[in-house]
């Protein structure tokens, strides 16, 4: 069983940039796809990025693309959000997630999952 930590959150004017990483442990990242959602207070979780198991395949949300990108490193164990010209309306707690299922989108049941870290975008 893979267990996922988050970090990279913190606080950022609109128009600057974080990155977020997400470091696995307890299996290989390579055996997972992985995903990035999150969730911002009193709306449901929200899609953002998949990446497949080798990086080969990557999808990103449409109110995040060109904007974020979803990289990961597997000799790292490590998957990162690289995410540019925030906005207010990004502000979230950021979730990675893993599972053996390449998932995109809203209805995605991810198996294992992070405890999250927290994105606040000041306008």
């Known amino acids: 069983q893979v267990q996922l930590v988050e970090s990279g959150g913190g606080l950022v004017q609109a128009g600057g940039s974080l990155r977020l990483s997400c470091a696995a442990s307890g299996g290989t990242l390579d055996s997972y796809h992985m995903g990035w959602f999150r969730q911002a207070p009193e709306k449901e979780r929200e899609f953002v990025a998949a990446i497949s198991r080798s990086g080969g395949r990557t999808s990103h949300a449409d109110s995040v693309k060109g904007r974020f990108t979803i990289s990961r490193d597997n000799a790292k164990n490590m998957v990162y959000l690289q995410m540019n010209s925030l906005k207010p309306e990004d502000a979230a707690v950021y979730y990675c997630?893993?599972?053996?299922?390449?998932?995109?989108?809203?209805?995605?049941?991810?198996?294992?999952w992070g405890q999250g870290t927290q994105v606040t975008v000041s306008s």
């Open positions: 997630a893993a599972d053996r299922t390449y998932c995109t989108g809203k209805g995605c049941r991810y198996d294992y």
